[in-house]
């Protein structure tokens, strides 16, 4: 079983930058793949980043590619959103997902494991 727990939210000016966090229990986090999603008021949610546990990779959805950046730090368990350049439209409750043994997808249903959210406003 694992825990996530998103934090790092908050109000921001269109134009500005925000990082979120996610902090994982458990003593195998580097073998999960970790991925970062956001659900919109209205709107399904929706796939933003992911990074692969084992390997290499960083994966984005197109209205975010150059913008944001995820990376994690596997000896704290911890896998971060960099968000520069925010624009309203980024406004939403962003989630940190798990997937073990996973390689970086896209996809809601390849992750097991999800956190509470934490929201994100852009003001313009």
């Known amino acids: 079983q694992v825990q996530l727990v998103e934090s790092g939210g908050g109000l921001v000016q269109a134009g500005g930058s925000l990082r979120l966090s996610c902090a994982a229990s458990?003593?195998?986090?580097?073998?999960?793949?970790m991925a970062w999603f956001r659900q919109a008021p209205g709107k399904e949610r929706e796939f933003v980043a992911a990074?692969?546990?084992?390997?290499?990779?960083?994966y984005y959805a197109d209205s975010v590619k150059g913008r944001f950046t995820i990376s994690r730090d596997n000896a704290k368990n911890t896998v971060y959103l960099q968000m520069n350049s925010l624009k309203p439209e980024d406004r939403a409750v962003y989630y940190c997902?798990?997937?073990?043994w996973g390689s970086g997808s896209n996809r809601m249903h390849e992750y097991d494991y999800w956190g509470q959210g934490t929201q994100v406003t852009v003001s313009s």
């Open positions: 990074i692969r546990g084992i390997g290499v990779g960083t």
């Open positions: 458990g003593r195998t986090f580097s073998t999960y793949a």
């Open positions: 997902a798990a997937d073990h």
